[in-house]
């Protein structure tokens, strides 16, 4: 497990996310993704962000929040307001600290009196706290109220997106593979048993509910700047459920999870967009089906691992030797 | 020999049931001692209290740590448990969904740090310290035979080799007092020697102490240097195996009933 060890799947992850930016690049270039499609691919990526948070928080420390739209909203507003008074790309990577440190702020004070409650009481809690950020922003001058921001310079373009989707990634499941994710996933597990293993509970749940809400701002960073246009009213609870979706859809506890179904509803999501009021029904038995024959998930827990592929295929070079 | 852990008139109500009632007794350093009785008879909760689980009713229990006596009432279970306070669960709790070796890597959680920027940028330190936790993780599983399945799913272990994880996962915090809640229910004749050998084994070379709750007599006997019999919340008696064996209450309550 020392440094070199890992150097090996290191490499393979910094290929494949080269060569993801690379083949998005060709495409572009030769006309084969369009403008139509190149929203798509960025609203896949920032739900990307926002699922592998929120299943950081679910999936891996057990806590069950249904407040995910509030921090994404911090994020989106902090960038908006920020980026639309200093138009410069400068600007957008201040705003994305500033959304963050708010983010933080505010996970930790709807975590520290809720992250005690269990169960559906956490959910209701954080439910509501979302629907507090919503409320004060769409009271807040600043925000522009209810009717929302436009024209929002457009400094998040797709690279920067996709940047960002690697670097919230990398942060959060290199931490779940560290002393706090595991601590976390103890306490997913069973919190007596982790108590009395030493683990203070409370600090680890909370760290990951905070990690969570600070990549779900940099996502609402994006899509404030990508998208250009922003309200109260897109970061309801409804936002919250359908990031749910993604999470329950590719499995509880798996990232790899998270990204197989963003992009699997990503693109339903737009290849049903010529068939009107159908699109929520099919959008619906999709769903309905995948939960029928695949309960845990796309992916149950299980994850894409470059070490399991070696492993695998070194046993095989070994068993015909 | 001196008194690691003292418990004065302690008394755990549940609603109207007093499952634990005027308890006293002690534990000195490095021995091992068996907490014996029927079932129902409120060892487990004794267990619960020692440990924080559970909030006593009444009653105090004191802890001598390296600055002094500790009154424990009222602390948080993980606080005790880094007091030096390990143990085990009558009904296996494992991190069931979770690898063997992380299981005991997560009861190391206190002993060592990671720093978060390093932990997300996996700097040389991290990779180091990351090394050295799972080289002492192996070593203690090692000690149970458990080498050969660092990567197998806990939930996946036969039971008796379970319930093994579960005192190496208890030793990995560091105790300086082992709780075990009846570490052989569920084994076979074999099993049961095999574990009280190794329960020997590391009381003697970890220097720590052992409570140990048993329905095996052989097993209890063998091991305990002095034992405490509880019936019904009350502690009936107290004292060696051999005076236990003749203690008429005892057998008349417990060890007659068995037979
Ligand atoms: N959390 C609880 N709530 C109510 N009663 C309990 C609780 N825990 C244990 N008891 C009761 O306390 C008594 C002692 O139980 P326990 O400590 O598990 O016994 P033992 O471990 O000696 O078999 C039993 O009558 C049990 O039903
Ligand atoms: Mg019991």
Redesign the pocket.
Same mark, same amino acid.
């Given at each position: 497990m020392t440094l070199k060890a890992n150097l090996k799947y290191n490499i393979c992850w910094l290929i494949l996310m080269v060569a993801g930016f690379y083949l998005m690049n060709t495409l572009i270039l030769a006309g084969v993704i369009d403008s139509f499609l190149e929203n798509m691919v960025v609203t896949i990526g920032i739900n990307i962000m926002l699922a592998v948070g929120l299943n950081l928080i679910i999936g891996f420390a057990g806590q069950f929040s249904l407040g995910h739209a509030g921090f994404m909203a911090v994020g989106a507003y902090a960038t908006a307001i920020i980026i639309s008074k200093t138009p410069t790309a400068g600007a957008l990577y201040l705003s994305i600290i500033v959304g963050v440190i708010i983010a933080i702020i505010a996970a930790l004070i709807v975590g520290i009196p809720t992250l005690r409650l269990r169960g559906d009481y956490l959910a209701i809690a954080t439910m509501g706290a979302a629907e507090i950020i919503r409320i004060i922003i769409n009271n807040m001058k600043i925000t522009n109220g209810p009717s929302g921001m436009f024209n929002i310079p457009q400094f998040a373009t797709w690279p920067v997106v996709y940047i960002m989707v690697c670097v919230t990634t990398i942060i959060i499941v290199n931490f779940i593979h560290s002393r706090g994710g595991r601590a976390a996933l103890a306490v997913r597990e069973d919190e007596i048993a982790a108590e009395s293993m030493g683990i203070n509970i409370f600090k680890w749940k909370l760290a990951a509910f905070v990690l969570g809400a600070a990549t779900a701002a940099v996502a609402g960073s994006m899509q404030a700047s990508y998208l250009q246009t922003i309200a109260p009213n897109n970061f309801n609870i409804m936002e919250s459920i359908a990031i749910l979706i993604i999470v329950v859809l590719g499995g509880v506890g798996s990232i790899t999870g998270s990204f197989v179904a963003a992009i699997i509803l990503g693109v339903v999501d737009t290849a049903l967009q010529n068939f009107g009021a159908l699109r929520m029904v099919i959008y619906a038995v999709v769903l309905i089906l995948i939960m029928i024959f695949k309960p845990s998930g796309i992916m149950g827990s299980t994850e894409l691992s470059f070490k399991r592929l070696f492993n695998r295929k070194n046993k095989k070079v070994g068993a015909k030797s | 020999m001196t008194t690691l852990l003292n418990v004065e008139n302690l008394v755990k109500n549940?609603g109207g049931?007093t $499952?634990v009632s005027d308890v006293n007794m002690h534990l000195n350093d490095d021995e091992l001692v068996a907490l014996i009785?029927p079932?129902? $008879?409120?060892?487990?909760?004794l267990f619960n209290l020692l440990t924080g689980v559970i909030v006593p009713s009444t009653g105090s229990i004191t802890f001598r740590g390296t600055d002094g006596v500790i009154p424990l009432n009222g602390m948080k279970t993980y606080k005790i448990a880094n007091l030096g306070m390990g143990r085990t669960f009558?009904n296996i709790r494992l991190f069931k969904e979770l690898s063997v070796l992380d299981n005991v890597l997560i009861a190391m959680t206190a002993h060592y740090k990671e720093n978060f920027i390093q932990s997300i940028f996996r700097s040389p330190k991290f990779y180091k310290t990351e090394a050295q936790i799972r080289e002492e993780a192996i070593e203690l599983l090692k000690i149970f035979d458990l080498q050969d399945d660092l990567d197998k799913q806990a939930k996946n272990l036969p039971y008796g080799i379970q319930r093994r994880l579960e005192i190496v996962r208890s030793l990995a915090t560091k105790p300086k007092i082992l709780f075990l809640d009846e570490p052989a229910a569920g084994m076979n004749p074999e099993e049961t020697a095999d574990l009280t050998r190794l329960i020997r084994q590391v009381q003697r070379d970890f220097h720590i102490t052992v409570l140990l709750i048993e329905h095996d007599m052989s097993l209890v006997m063998n091991l305990a240097s002095r034992i405490y019999v509880l019936d019904h919340g009350s502690l009936l008696a107290e004292g060696t195996p051999t005076e236990i064996q003749q203690n008429d209450a005892v057998i008349k309550a417990y060890l007659g009933e068995e037979e």
């Open positions: - | 549940f049931l $499952a009785g079932n129902g $008879a409120g060892k487990t909760t009558q």
